[in-house]
């Protein structure tokens, strides 16, 4: 056990009371039973959504989701043409009716953060998107 033990680093932090209150009952509630292993496993989804577009030379795979308003006229093209333009990275696309106005399409994609994070950017450009998220997953964590 000892030999564990050194090979971690112990901190220290300070957190407003309902701040914690509310993470100990999210990370319980998904199963967490050490506050140490749901703080881990935060700190790695915050360093996965920030640092993969900071180092265009790493290669993953990334979700981009989509809600737009498909009555924007030629918006559904115009998304359809940028995935062409970068078939090379687009794996699969599912799209989804959320109602009369909006859609949601899921592009799952693959290749360097650099052209990951072209393709979310020349999408998010299009008039008449809603909402764009990128998740990328380093193929080497």
Sequence with gaps: MKEKEENVKRISISL?????????????????????????????????????????????????????????????????????????????????HLDEIKCLAVIVVRGSSFEIKKIGEELASLRGILQLKVDYFEHSV
Aim: proline share 4%; net charge neutral; no cysteine.
């Design 16 to 96: 407003p009371p309902t701040l914690l209150d509310l993470f100990d009952k999210v990370s319980s509630s998904m199963g967490y039973n050490e506050r140490s292993r749901a703080i881990q496993a935060a700190m790695r989804n915050f360093i996965s959504e920030f640092q993969w577009s900071q180092e265009p030379k790493s290669r993953g795979s990334a979700v981009i989701l989509l809600i737009y308003n498909h009555e924007v006229g030629g918006l559904d093209e115009k998304i359809t043409d940028i995935q062409h333009k970068y078939r090379n990275l687009v794996s699969s696309t599912l799209h989804i």
